[in-house]
């Protein structure tokens, strides 16, 4: 078990190489069921969330390896498998994006029902819609979605919920679509750049798709789908992550390999918090503190609104605003674990509902924090980067699920963190159960 050990204090400066997006990677991986032909997924980075996917993969007969470039090669070795395991399920909510693909290229498929997470509930109701639509019979029993499509005729579908499209469920309909007899048409369907390029994905295994990155995908179903080779677009996420510590440590940044275009509410939000962006070229953007922090209301919306996985670390800029500043999500009303970790380093926040009321303070001091949820954990290093004093963040596990190497990113910059062993007991009695589990 290991934790970070930040100093307060260092202003960011230099440039910094964003991975590609994890929750790219893992629908990609997902889809190379779909075909009998080896696959290549380029750069993928080396993340705990990645190696899930492998395992589970793995189960169902793909197995995958990492050449001497970085790139991910698959190859179906048994299309047997029909299971995807709770013990491995229950460890990564992601790995409902096999169904899909099981569905579309086995016809049947017993896929764990996902639990919740750390901010709530986590529905599969739109993923069961979808598939129904187009022809599976799909049932929940034992704590198993158990779905079987002796013919997937296709259909027309509206996949939008009460918190508006779902990334997850458009991929899992496209990824059963994409081989069926007829053709589907998916309307209020997600259109983050993670759904765009799954969709690129799938065309270059020769899948017919029209109306990628609108909300009405058309998917003319074919017999078969070949291998591909395919380079997942830049995480967005980690790049957002990037450009809130160079604003919040009022530091220099060139950020590379992202995309602006993908960026273009977190770019919003920091130049009105205080921020100054430019552009560099096709894939980066220089990013510095022109002015003090100034407040600024955060509404997380789908794409291309601001992210949700962002908005943990924008309220780290808001902690220190001058004034006062609401957060207010409309995708996941109870993503706020890092409020009361906030908290113990001197940030004053309200939760009032879906909404955080936060007023900004002069500092933050820095104490020992507990990591929770993948983005809340990186907004606790990025307090810890400015907090006065020492911030040690327990459990980076949560961290190394979705950023590669996160604290020597941060320490290349100029910022002063490293990663050490964790004695907190606690974190040893979990470390225990942990291995236990596994
Ligand atoms: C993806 O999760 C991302 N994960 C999440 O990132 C991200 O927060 C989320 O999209 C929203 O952008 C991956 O891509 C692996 P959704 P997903 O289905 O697909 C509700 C991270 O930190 N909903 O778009 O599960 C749901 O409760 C992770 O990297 C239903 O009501 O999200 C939520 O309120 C965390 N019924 C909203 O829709 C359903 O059947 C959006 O969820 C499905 C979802």
Redesign the pocket.
């Known amino acids: 078990m290991d934790k970070f050990v930040v100093e307060g204090g260092a202003r960011l400066r230099g440039e910094v190489r964003c991975a590609t997006a ?3 990677v ?2 990609l991986m997902a889809a190379t069921l779909l075909t009998e032909e080896p696959c290549r997924l380029l750069d993928v980075p080396r993340l705990s ?1 990645v190696e899930m996917m492998r395992r589970i993969l793995r189960v169902l007969g793909v197995e995958s390896e990492f050449d001497a470039e970085g790139a991910l090669c698959t190859r179906l070795v048994d299309d047997a498998p029909r299971e995807a395991p709770w013990e491995l399920v229950r460890k990564m ?2 790995s ?2 096999v169904l899909g693909p099981l569905l579309g290229k086995r016809r049947t498929a017993r896929v764990s029902f996902p639990g919740g ?1 750390v ?11 979808g598939l129904r639509a187009i022809g599976a019979e799909v049932e929940v029993r034992g704590g198993f979605v158990e779905a079987t499509a002796p013919s997937l005729p296709g259909g027309e579908v509206f996949l939008g ?11 899992n309909v496209l990824m059963a679509a994409v081989l069926a007899e007829g053709t589907t048409v998916i309307d209020g369907a ?1 259109c ?1 750049p ?1 759904v765009t390029d799954l969709c690129r994905f799938l065309r270059a295994m020769g899948a017919e798709i029209g109306g990628m990155g609108s909300p009405r995908l058309v998917v003319r179903g074919v017999a078969r789908l070949s291998g591909a080779e395919h380079r997942p677009i830049p995480d967005r ?1 980690e790049a957002g992550t990037f450009v809130a510590a160079a604003v919040l440590t009022d530091g220099e940044v060139t950020i590379r390999n992202c995309r602006p275009d993908h960026l273009r509410a977190a770019l919003d939000k920091a130049v009105e918090m205080g921020g100054e962006v430019r552009r560099v070229g096709e894939d980066a953007v220089f990013v510095r503190r022109q002015r003090p922090l100034a407040p600024a209301d955060i509404d997380t919306h ?2 291309p609104g601001f ?3 962002m908005q943990a670390q924008f309220m780290v800029l808001q902690t220190l605003a001058h004034g006062v500043s609401v957060t207010t999500e409309k ?3 109870d ?1 706020f674990m890092h409020i009361s970790e906030l908290a113990r380093l001197g940030a004053h926040v309200r939760k009032e509902g879906p909404s955080a009321i936060v007023s900004g303070v002069p500092k933050l001091s820095g104490a020992p924090v507990m990591a929770s ?3 809340a954990s990186a907004a606790l290093v990025l307090a810890g980067l400015v907090a006065e004093g020492t911030t040690q963040v327990h459990r980076v596990y949560h961290i190394d ?2 950023y590669e190497r996160i604290e020597e990113k941060f320490a290349a910059l100029g910022g002063r963190i490293l990663r050490a062993k964790d004695d907190d007991e606690n974190a040893a009695v979990e470390a225990v159960a942990a291995a236990q589990k596994a």
């Open positions: 994890k929750n790219a893992l629908p969330d909510r992601a409902i994006s997470c901010f709530g509930h986590r529905p599969i109701d739109l993923h069961m819609k919920g009460p918190f508006g499209s779902s990334v997850g469920a458009t991929q997600a983050e993670e996420i789908v794409y992210p949700t996985d995708i996941y009303p993503r949820d993948l983005r699920r979705g």
